[in-house]
């Protein structure tokens, strides 16, 4: 007797939810359009992937946000099944890469922030000229973050990996939204100084 065919799509979870447990199914639904998938997905690594763009963006907050606008769009076109957890985030960090290059291409905006940053700790840095620069960055930047107190690092996470507003941070630590805003200024021009420290001294 003739086997059946294997369907297009895995077995759909028992519960009905998503898991990275089961990132094939998980991902043949991002491919299908599957709005939920998308949102379960948005929810659980909005943050993480944030934090990526934003040392790829040399943290220029803006442009960071450009970046991860431009690799939700790419996984909705471009999506395909994967088969597991590692697969899918390194397919995510490959399609930041791939949306900063393309403003490197046009000389967008991320080109110019990144050169500046790069400038910052001095030309002759020879990190600027590795291609695996924006690896260091994202390195850098972790060993920044550890130097900072919790409360500066719930500031700077909240705002820039976790997309909260000024008004949601301010209501969380008892502060104006005028006070949050001058503390991330602050914080922001520390960080470039500790990243521009840690990449003198690896």
């Known amino acids: 007797m003739e086997q059946a065919k294997p369907t297009s799509l895995p077995v759909v979870p028992a519960n009905g939810s998503f898991a ?29 992937l944030n934090r990526y763009c934003f040392a790829l963006a040399a943290g220029d907050e803006a442009f960071a946000g450009e970046i991860a606008q431009a690799v939700w769009l790419r996984l909705v076109r471009h999506i395909r099944p994967l088969t597991d957890e590692q697969a899918l985030w390194n397919w995510l960090a490959c399609a930041a890469r791939h949306a900063a290059t393309d403003q490197r291409r046009t000389g967008g905006r991320y080109r110019l922030a990144l050169d500046r940053f790069l400038d910052w700790w001095g030309p002759r840095n020879e990190i600027g000229k590795e291609p695996d620069a924006e690896a260091a960055l994202l390195l850098a ?42 503390r991330l ?17 690896p």
Request: glycine share 10%; proline share 1%.
């Open 20 to 48: 990275f447990a089961d990132t094939p199914y998980l991902t043949a639904r991002l491919k299908a359009g599957d709005e939920e998938a998308f949102a379960w997905l948005h929810r659980e690594w909005n943050g993480r």
């Open 141 to 182: 930047l972790e060993g920044a973050l550890e130097k900072l107190s919790a409360e500066e690092r719930g500031l700077i996470e909240g705002r820039y990996f976790n997309a909260e507003s000024l008004m949601e941070i301010g209501s969380r630590c008892g502060l104006s939204e005028r006070a949050v805003e001058g």
């Open 185 to 201: 200024a602050r914080l922001r021009q520390r960080l470039r100084e500790m990243i521009a420290e840690e990449l003198r001294n």
